[in-house]
């Protein structure tokens, strides 16, 4: 059974810093295969795409409003993503999601990724 779990989110002020991870077990091929992305819903708005990996680790995107301040990575020998957010802003309040996509290039949207997170709640206060 796939499994992605998250961890990290929290209470932080505006300015502030939090990383994300999230491990993956169960996946049907090696970790190393798949691209990892992370997306954000706040309440009332769509998923929205974040940041993204491929599967080697070389190549990175990430949306407009994050760049420059969040950085995604990730550690194959420990299954793991990770997204360092950093300069938080209060409007990025949400619950982050991370996703897996067997096709392992860069994906930004979620109808490319097959596995989902259950979520971790981020709260920026102001």
């Known amino acids: 059974q796939v499994q992605l779990v998250e961890s990290g989110g929290g209470l932080v002020q505006a300015g502030g810093s939090l990383r994300l991870s999230c491990a993956a077990s169960?996946?049907?091929?090696?970790?190393?295969?798949?691209?990892m992305g992370w997306f954000r819903q706040a309440p009332g708005k769509e998923r929205e795409f974040v940041a993204a990996?491929?599967?080697?680790?070389?190549?990175?995107t990430y949306s407009d409003s994050v760049k420059g301040r969040f950085t995604i990575s990730r550690d194959n020998a420990k299954n793991t993503v990770y997204l360092q957010m950093n300069s938080l802003k209060p409007e990025e309040t949400a619950v982050y999601y991370c996703?897996?996509?067997?096709?392992?290039?860069?994906?930004?949207?979620?109808?490319?990724?097959?596995?989902w997170g259950q979520g971790t709640q981020v709260t920026v206060s102001s």
């Open positions: 169960g996946l049907t091929f090696t970790f190393s295969s798949y691209a």
């Open positions: 990996i491929d599967y080697t680790g070389a190549r990175t």
């Open positions: 996703a897996a996509d067997v096709i392992g290039s860069i994906a930004t949207t979620a109808s490319e990724y097959e596995h």
